[in-house]
């Protein structure tokens, strides 16, 4: 099942066991998919597997019943937790990590620069992937 269904994946592949990644292009600013004359932009390869990462990460796991249980983030998890400086550092990398690795694309998740400015989380997120190395910030 595709959260865009409007059109198909190619059979090209990206590496020998793996079909080529394809998704939905991001508009990271805005936090929605981009469209262009009524339809979806398509990306492949890396950049279809940051924008999958992007959304994972922005979706909570187990709160959306459309989405399968190892889909999704559990960051919302650390709020109101009266946990230490350190604790809440170490549990939001260990919920991206686990919220990416899931795809088999994605082969390491580095995540730098773990900083609570108030309740606001913001973190550094660099992806090994099958296509290369990318980075976002959350």
């Not at 390869?45 to 994972?56: D, I, N, P, T």
């Not at 694309?105 to 973190?123: E, K, P, R």
Request: hydrophobic share 40%; glycine share 8%; net charge negative.
């Amino acid at each position: 099942m595709t959260l865009f269904p409007l059109f198909s994946t190619p059979a090209s592949t990206g590496s020998a066991d793996l079909p080529l990644f394809t998704d939905v292009a991001m508009d990271y600013d805005a936090g929605t998919p981009r469209w262009e004359s009524g339809q979806p932009v398509v990306v492949t390869g890396l950049e279809a597997v940051k924008s999958w990462a992007w959304r994972a990460v922005a979706t909570a796991r187990y709160l959306w019943p459309i989405f399968d249980w190892s889909y999704g983030c559990e960051l919302e998890a650390l709020v109101g937790q009266p946990y230490q400086e350190g604790t809440k550092r170490s549990e939001a990398t260990r919920y991206i990590q686990d919220a990416l690795l899931v795809c088999p694309y994605i082969t390491a998740v580095n995540v730098s620069d773990v900083v609570f400015d108030g309740s606001t989380l913001h973190m550094g997120v660099e992806l090994t992937t099958t296509y290369g190395k990318e980075g976002f910030h959350v």
